[in-house]
């Protein structure tokens, strides 16, 4: 099908979803699995309207999950209004660095001993599986700034820092597919690929984010005219992740924290006009002290003064603008996921899927938050809620474009496309009531506690 029957069928599938809404919002489904099954309708199993294959189509569609990754990358740093040096935050970073590197090694292995794929090609495979999904993850992730919720914002920050930080990994593995294992081939791969990779990332997007949130709400406060938001926005995302790209750092983790820098402006301005009848509230699941709260009746008040009120408009039209495009790509991509299982779908991918969600992810979940003071029920939660989805479709379409070829290329998108679609709805199906009874608990011991 051309150009315009995929433009009906994108427009057909917003335009359902939007109208029934109503109807969806009380079903235990996330839209998501949704669109999944709308997708496999007009798929080959069903209507036989479209067709999706990955191996033909990697180069664009590498290119199409690119753009909603750091999209959706930049609105998930945006939305943390967290210090950093908050409890959450530090568990993020847990998720993200070590919890994901266990994943990477137990599925490399998991991977050689089930499949009997090459190491190379087991470390490829468990590359593109061990990152969470930042755009797939909206049902347990943080879904505005207001949101205190240590457990939201920790998932959060994961899937915003483990896309970039799986990437190193994905290289080594296309690096040893044409290059025999040395000291000095994993030392130059440590050495630029990593560390500076994910320093590097970090870091030029942290300052660009700051950068670009200072000036523009001081220019805000003297041109009181703050200008069409969304170009800025978009302006700071493509320029963050290019200057990123362009000396070897890591995009998507610059992305990532060129929108948590941009709130940490706001969070600094919040600090200098403390409003003065606030109490600080930090117990049970309550992340931040009240003053931080964005959406909250002080915030954007006359009395806090010109500095808050500029910050704040800055941080709600740059939200405003990366949601829309959220809603926007995400629809079509799992719609896309949705037509591609049909050709795609590996029987292999089940027994992977198993692994992962019962056993490698739970496992290094449970390790690195030994000590970290989480109840036994949030670490399990953790464990199981760790939705694969966009991340995993961009590994696979890069590794298409850079090397990889044949039947692996054909055994591995079948893996993956099979994983993801299971995990859209697995996942997608319990998050909704495992967040409900979590709720449900925290209510009954804050009423017996008041």
């Known amino acids: 099908m051309g150009f315009l029957g995929w433009m009906a069928a994108v427009g057909g599938l917003l335009l359902l979803m939007s109208l029934a809404t109503g109807w969806i919002r009380p079903l235990p489904v996330t839209h998501f699995a949704l669109y999944l099954a709308v997708g496999a309708i007009v798929g080959p199993w069903g209507l036989g309207l479209l067709e999706v294959d990955f ?26 209004r967290v210090p950093l040096d908050a409890g959450p935050a530090a568990m993020a970073r847990r998720l993200a660095f070590p919890a994901m590197f266990l994943s990477i090694a137990g599925m490399t292995l998991a991977a050689r001993l089930l499949l009997g794929l090459d190491w190379p090609f087991a470390l490829i495979l468990a590359a593109m599986l061990a990152p969470t999904d930042p755009v797939l993850a909206s049902v347990i992730a943080v879904d505005n700034a207001a949101d205190r919720d240590g457990l939201r914002v920790a998932l959060s920050g994961e899937a915003g820092m483990n896309d970039g930080s799986a990437m190193p990994f994905l290289l ?118 009240a003053e931080f709260v964005a959406g909250s009746p002080v915030v954007g008040r006359k009395d806090r003064g010109e500095p808050v009120q500029a910050v704040g408009r800055l941080m709600s039209d740059a939200l405003i603008f990366g949601d829309t495009m959220e809603h926007l790509l ?11 299982v049909a050709r795609h779908w590996d029987i292999d991918g089940l027994a992977v899927a198993a692994v992962l969600f019962f056993l490698v992810r739970p496992l290094a979940v449970w390790l690195v938050t030994i000590g970290s003071g989480w109840h036994w029920q949030r670490r399990v939660m953790v464990g199981w809620l760790g939705i694969r989805g966009i991340g995993g479709i961009n590994y ?16 591995l998108a079948g893996i993956i496309v099979t994983v993801t679609a299971l995990s859209t709805v697995v996942h997608g199906f319990s998050a909704q009531p495992l967040l409900a009874w979590r709720r449900r608990r925290i209510e009954r011991e804050q009423s017996r506690e008041g």
Request: proline residues 5%; hydrophobic residues 55%.
């Open 55 to 80: 191996l033909r189509d990697a180069r664009w569609m590498e290119r199409l999950t690119e753009v909603a990754l750091i999209i959706s990358l930049f609105v998930g740093g945006l939305k943390l």
């Open 172 to 289: 080594l593995g296309l690096t040893l597919l044409g290059t025999p294992w040395s000291w000095g081939v994993f030392g130059h791969w440590a050495l630029l690929e990593l560390l500076w990779g994910v320093v590097g990332g970090l870091g030029i997007g942290f300052a660009m984010g700051w950068a670009v949130g200072w000036l523009s709400t001081r220019l805000m406060l003297i041109q009181r005219d703050p200008g069409p938001s969304a170009l800025l926005t978009l302006g700071l995302i493509a320029l963050t992740y290019a200057a990123a790209q362009s000396v070897g750092a890591l995009g998507f983790l610059a992305a990532f924290a060129a929108g948590a820098g941009m709130r940490m402006v706001e969070v600094g301005v919040v600090r200098e006009h403390p409003h003065p009848r606030l109490r600080r509230r930090e117990r049970g699941d309550e992340l931040l002290p």
């Open 330 to 340: 995400a629809p079509l991509l799992v719609l896309l996921l949705g037509i591609a």
């Open 396 to 411: 696979l379409c890069y590794a298409i474009t850079h090397g990889v070829n044949g039947p692996q290329a054909g055994h």
